[in-house]
Each structure stands twice: as C-alpha cells, then as structure tokens.
C-alpha cells in the first residue's frame, strides 16, 4: 500500500509512526512544508522565553525517520489534489501517486492586513527564530523598546507572556473579548483587569490597524484614533483554513474539512484529521474542530488505525491549557458559547471564575480561569454525559 | 516486574493534561495545574513530581504513550540502571 501523509506535524507525524507498526510493509511518505523534521509547537513559547535550547524542541531525530521508513521530504508544498485519478502534485512539478491520502497540514495564520520589518507570528520555529532576532537587533540598538500585540486568542497570549519576559513595554490591541468564542464579560474582564495590572496598555474594540513605518521597518501602529510607537508587532488573529484548495479537490468543507469517525472525507481514499477538521464528536454530540496538540495527536493515532482496517473509535475530551502572565486559564471539551444552552459559574472568587456549558441539562465543556482545580470532575462529567454536580 | 522513575519537571509542564487521559493511573493534575505522579493511582506519601514504581510491560507502554504525549517533553522517565528511556534524544 502506497500512503502519503500531507503535513509532517504532530497529527500526521503520529499517524506515520502507527501506520508503520499497523502496515510494516506499506510505502509511506510525508509532505512537509517547513524544511524541520517534527518538533513541537507548543514548545516555542519556551523556547522563546529561553527555557528551552532550540534542539530540545524537536520530537524525531532523522534516524527515526530512516529506521521507521518513512520518507520524510521538507520544503515540499501539494499544489493540488486529484482525488480521481489518485495523486498529488507538488510545488515542484512532480505526481505523487498514492493508494490512501492523509490531510494533516494543520492550519494557516490569519494574516494582518499589511506587513513590515518587525511584524510577527508564532506558528512556526523560524517564526520563534525570527522574533528572536529581531529582538536581539533592537536590544543592540540600546532604545526601550515598545511592543505591541495584535488578537485575543492563544497566540495573542503567548506574545504577551514572552514581551513581558523581554521586559518590552506592551500595548494589547483587541478587536472584541478574549477567547471571543468562549469568555462572557466578567471572563473577559478578569483577563483584563489582569494584564492591566502586570503592566499592559489595553486597547478595546479595535477594528482595524494601520502600521507606520520607516522604510520597511515598523516603527508604529495607528489604532483607536491614536498612534502607538511599536518596533515589534505580535499578530495572533485565530487560524485561517483554504477551503478552496480542498473544495476545487471535492472534498467537502463545513468550518473544516468534514470526515466521519473514521476520518475518512467525502472523496474515496482520502482521510483528513488534525486541527483541519470537523470531527463528530460522539461525546459532546456535535462536529467540532479542535487546534490544539493533544487533539492532533489523538487524531494521528487513530486515523492511522482507521487506514489500517481497525473499527476502534476515539473518544477524548479535548482540552486547552494556556497562561496569561501567571493567570492559569483552561478550556475543556465545548466551550463555544453560542453553542451551549446553559453556562453555570460555579466559582467566582478575585481573580478566579469557573463556568461550566451544557447541552440538554448534560455537561459538554468548561472554563476555569486561575482556578482549575474542578478540572477532573468537569471532564469525568462531560466524559460521563451527566450534569455538573458542583462538589461544594 | 520492572522498577521505572518516572520524573515531571513543573517548571515545563503546562497544564495540557495529555498525560492524565493516556494514564491516570499515574498522572494526575493537582491544583497548580501542574502533572503530579502516582503510583497505580494511590499518592503514598504524599503529592510529588517524581517517584519510583515498578510496572508490568504493558504499563510501562502506556507511560511511554503518556509520556510522548506530553507537548512539552516535561515527562522523563528513567529505568533502573538510571537510562533515560524517555525522550530518548
């Protein structure tokens, strides 16, 4: 059997390593953008900050990619996808034919409307790289620098963490609430008060920015009627998905690629899973589409059973764990709020809240922000299918 | 029966909990949302971030599975002779 993977993260990575144990004579090769072997994302915010070396980020050496036979060839980009005729076209001109295709490119960052010297993400390890330069450039320039960061989500948070350990005076720029899907106001106010309190500027319902710049360097950032000095901009706008390179593919597309349990898409012998899908879950009753490490590699394990012939089902609940400047913050199972029928706080204290969402008077996900000792008993509950019995 | 040491360094453990849905038999978050270890899901003596417990081959496959699980390589795990089994480079 010929299988090639799209994606050489976490998602299809995993599903390498199974689908070598599961098929130890298949053919299986990985298409992976970047030109790293796999390493793990969520170590970049510690790498960042300096708590890790650049070489412990990575979770394969090459020598694992040789024993396991899995041909791994980066900076390799599929073009496009003939699901017909069974082969992918990469960026270099060549046909890849395969027997089963895994989608496991994880998602693309939603761009900030213009570019400059200076403006960042933090998806990649040479992103990691690149704001590590550039705050050792402007370090050698011996001027207090200012930052700025851009967004409300996970990423958004991830650069506050590490400006504030540069020791960078930081403006936050929001267009709405924290976590916008998930945090009501009293959540989003206790991040606020916060950050505020750590020594970040707040600006609040931000629409739209416009950079100032030196040639091509950043030097300012016009937001809310105002310019803000910036030579180092963190742009963390959520993720940003090409539904037309998969629908022109016929795979069908909902707010991700849409697979059964099985992982399997609409076209024939194609399989999708990772952050880029729309998965049912069969415990929270709903199609959901997680991005987070934990979620990935689940999926990798399992859609790798699922080429294999294995009928064994994943059942998980997802979870997130973040930080904003030492304010634990952690997200279990559905905590989309225009999903959900009922949120309960069940805690609130200074600096602490803990909700919970049902469905149908049953448990499907919760929030705990600097207080997260009812996490095991919210998950047993939404893993369980019941209503939250609040122990106190 | 093998004896393993099973170590989570908290100052990289980011409250993911990975560990705790692949074994919680013998990981369990505590209220710094930080991976304390057990032993076969007692905590004799005490919360900690490291212990000695000895494990069947199929235990010790579910550590490993826990243990790479973990998005911060904050699990290391250790066998008798004191190698490093996990991570292994």
Not at chain 1, 155 to 180: G, P, V
Not at chain 1, 254 to 265: A, H, R, S
Not at chain 1, 362 to 385: D, F, H, L
Request: hydrophobic share 40%.
């Amino acid at each position: 059997m010929n299988i090639l993977i799209i994606g050489g993260g976490i998602c299809g990575t995993t599903a390498a390593g199974e689908l070598r144990k599961a098929l130890p004579d298949a053919s299986i090769t990985i298409f992976e953008e970047e030109y790293h072997r796999l390493y793990s994302r969520v170590l970049l915010p510690h790498y960042l900050k300096g708590k890790v070396e650049r070489e412990k980020v990575f979770l394969k050496s090459l020598e694992w990619y040789s024993e396991q036979n899995i041909e791994l060839l980066t900076g390799v980009r599929a073009e496009g996808i003939d699901t017909k005729n069974q082969f992918v076209f990469a960026n270099y001109g060549r046909e890849y034919p395969y027997d089963k295709l895994l989608l496991a490119t994880g998602h693309d960052v939603r761009l900030a409307s213009e570019d400059a010297r200076g403006v960042h993400y933090l998806r990649t390890l040479d992103d990691a790289d690149g704001i590590l330069a550039r705050i050792k450039t402007l370090r050698a320039d011996g001027e207090k620098t200012h930052a700025v960061v851009y967004g409300g989500g996970f990423i958004a948070l991830e650069f506050l963490n590490a400006f504030h350990q540069f020791d960078l005076e930081t403006t936050l720029l929001l267009r709405s609430r924290f976590f916008s899907q998930s945090l009501g106001e009293n959540g989003h106010n206790l991040l606020l008060t916060h950050a505020e309190n750590q020594g970040v500027k707040i600006l609040t319902e931000v629409e739209d920015i416009e950079l100032v710049k030196n040639g091509e360097d950043l030097t300012g950032i016009r937001a809310g009627g105002g310019t803000i000095p910036a030579k180092i901009l963190g742009v963390g706008l959520g993720n940003h998905l090409d539904e037309a390179y998969y629908k022109v593919a016929g795979i069908d597309f909902g707010n991700g690629i849409i697979v059964n349990q099985k992982f399997e898409t609409s076209a024939e012998h194609v399989y999708a899973a990772g952050d880029i899908v729309q998965y049912p879950d069969v415990l929270l009753g709903a199609h959901m589409r997680y991005g987070n490490y934990m979620n990935a590699m689940m999926h990798g394990r399992f859609v790798a059973k699922a080429i294999a012939g294995s009928a064994e089902e994943m059942s998980l609940v997802s979870s997130y764990a973040t930080n904003l400047l030492g304010k634990e913050i952690v997200m279990v199972g559905d905590t989309r709020r225009s999903e959900v029928n009922e949120i309960e706080v069940v805690h609130e204290a200074e600096g602490e809240l803990v909700e919970v969402f049902s469905r149908g008077g049953r448990a499907v996900g919760g929030i705990m922000i600097g207080y997260t000792k009812p996490r095991a008993t919210i998950t047993k509950a939404i893993k369980e299918n019941i209503r939250y019995e609040n122990p106190s | 029966m093998q004896k393993y040491k099973i170590v989570v360094d908290p100052d990289l453990c980011i409250g993911a909990a990975s560990c705790v849905t692949i074994d919680p038999n013998t990981f369990i978050m505590n209220d710094e949302n930080k991976a304390e270890v057990l032993d076969h899901g007692e905590a004799q003596g005490g919360p900690t971030y490291e212990r000695e417990i000895e494990m069947t081959d199929d235990e010790r496959e579910t550590l490993i599975m826990a243990a790479e699980s973990c998005p911060t390589l904050a699990i290391f795990v250790y066998d008798e002779t004191g190698e490093q089994l996990y991570p292994d480079m």
